[in-house]
């Protein structure tokens, strides 16, 4: 079988995708790249018998002949290599998030039409096995028509935020606003429904102590209430409430869908409960199946419920020509982002509903093409915004050196 020649950068999160390049029969890992010193070496050293170059630096990595480029780099900081990679004549599998700004939206995705690289959004809660399944049953109609959904991402970090912050000021997660992660609460739902959101209405929680021990700017958690283009509503919330949960449901014209609450213990997103009507208005027909939906079995070994493996696996079928492929094109991966980045200026504006902007359309695009507004000052120019909407609260240098001193185990 021909193999699609990976290299990965960013060898942290990106070792799932080394991981799965490594022992997929239809990928090879041939490169890895982190400026981090030993960090790709290390993991090169790993797979000794793989013979697997190892670079510091991007500009010497992009030159090594390879086919597709995996960015698990910081999160902030993917649509320019995105671009810069499918201008090389390489695919690209970019982590998330896709973009920081509307001006980075507007150029990946030019960068795309105008390269016809394959480009694939690595959101891979949308392949975990409920929501996956969700999909399939709205796709084939057993769902009926979508009228409101939820997805929850609660990620209690605390406990590990040295080793993914490093006591770094400035590094991506400690100047994140409330909204900005919400790919993996509102992704699924877009992948289940296909449906565009439109506008939104956006809420930040307070910032509070747990933020300032950690070195995080924000509040701490956000919500995002969308109206899709059918009149849908779905409810997204993420962020670092104390106890962890990954949850979907979805309601439509025959009946619901959701996953296993995790305090349920029986299987959280690999378990669906199932509840519809053979038609709209059949009150009689309830039925009740809990069942865990076969991807499961396929996926074993590989993380967030082998949905590591299915993200993975559809974009190196795309490369091949499997017509079956199902992969996160760019214009899904903004309908999963831009609701997050305009539900934080909804918070600004005070909570009012804005639009969700519709950049398929290429006039709409001009209106954002020099939009450079976000967080990160290296980017924002004279369009800076603050990581917290009643100011980006200002942390003593001590809460960075004890966390990065516990980080070096000191
Ligand atoms: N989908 C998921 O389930 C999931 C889970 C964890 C992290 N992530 C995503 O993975 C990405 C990486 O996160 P992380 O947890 O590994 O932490 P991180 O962002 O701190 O690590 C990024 C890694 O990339 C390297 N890097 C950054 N810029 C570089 C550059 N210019 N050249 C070379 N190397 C560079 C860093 O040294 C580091 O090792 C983020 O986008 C994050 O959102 C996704």
């Not at 997929?24 to 050293?45: F, T």
């Not at 990595?61 to 086919?67: T, V």
């Not at 400690?174 to 209405?201: D, E, Q, W």
């Not at 695009?365 to 976000?374: Q, S």
């Amino acid at each position: 079988m021909k193999k699609v020649r990976i290299g990965v950068m960013g060898a942290f999160r990106g070792e799932s995708m080394i991981k799965y390049s490594a022992e997929a029969d239809n990928a090879e890992i041939v490169a890895i790249c982190d400026k981090m010193e030993g960090r790709a070496k290390g993991i090169c050293d790993k797979y000794k018998d793989k013979n697997i170059a190892s670079y510091e630096s991007f500009d010497e990595f992009i030159k090594h002949d390879m086919d597709a480029v995996v960015l698990a780099n910081y999160a902030n900081e993917h649509a320019p290599f995105a671009i810069k990679c499918m201008r090389a004549g390489k695919h690209v599998f970019s982590e998330v998030l896709p973009v920081q700004t509307m001006k980075e939206a507007v150029e990946l995705i030019e960068a795309v039409e105008e390269t016809g690289m394959i480009y694939a959004y690595g959101e891979n809660y949308c392949y975990m096995p409920a929501p996956y399944e969700m999909r399939r049953l709205y796709r084939n109609g057993t769902l009926g028509e979508f009228e409101y959904g939820e997805g929850e991402y609660i990620h209690n970090c605390e406990p590990i935020w040295d080793k993914i912050t490093y006591g770094e000021r400035d590094h991506w997660r400690n100047n994140m606003y409330a909204n900005f992660y919400c790919t993996h609460s509102i992704g699924p739902l877009i992948h289940i429904t296909g449906l565009r959101p439109v506008k939104v209405t956006g809420y930040e929680s307070p910032f509070i102590e747990r933020k300032v021990r950690n070195g995080a700017k924000s509040g701490l958690f956000g919500i995002e209430m969308i109206e899709l283009e059918n009149g849908g509503i779905v409810k997204s919330i993420h962020g670092d409430l104390y106890k962890d949960s990954i949850w979907y449901t979805v309601y439509g014209s025959k009946g619901r869908a959701e996953s296993a609450r995790e305090d349920a213990e029986n299987g959280d997103i690999s378990t669906i409960y199932v509840n519809i009507d053979e038609e709209s208005g059949a009150y009689d027909t309830k039925k009740l199946e809990c069942y865990k939906p076969e991807t499961v079995s396929r996926a074993g070994g590989y993380g967030h419920g082998g949905s590591d493996f299915y993200s993975m696996y559809h974009f190196t079928e795309k490369i091949l020509g499997n017509p079956e492929a199902d992969i996160i094109g760019v214009y899904e991966a903004l309908d999963m982002f831009l609701p997050g980045m305009f539900a934080y200026r909804s918070v600004l504006k005070g909570g009012i509903p804005v639009e969700i902007p519709n950049l398929r359309d290429k006039a709409e695009r001009e209106k954002w093409r020099n939009d450079t507004t976000c967080t990160d000052k290296s980017v924002a120019g004279d369009m800076l915004i603050p990581v917290y909407s009643k100011g980006t609260p200002d942390i003593p240098d001590e809460v960075y050196e004890k966390v990065r001193n516990k980080w070096l185990g000191k």
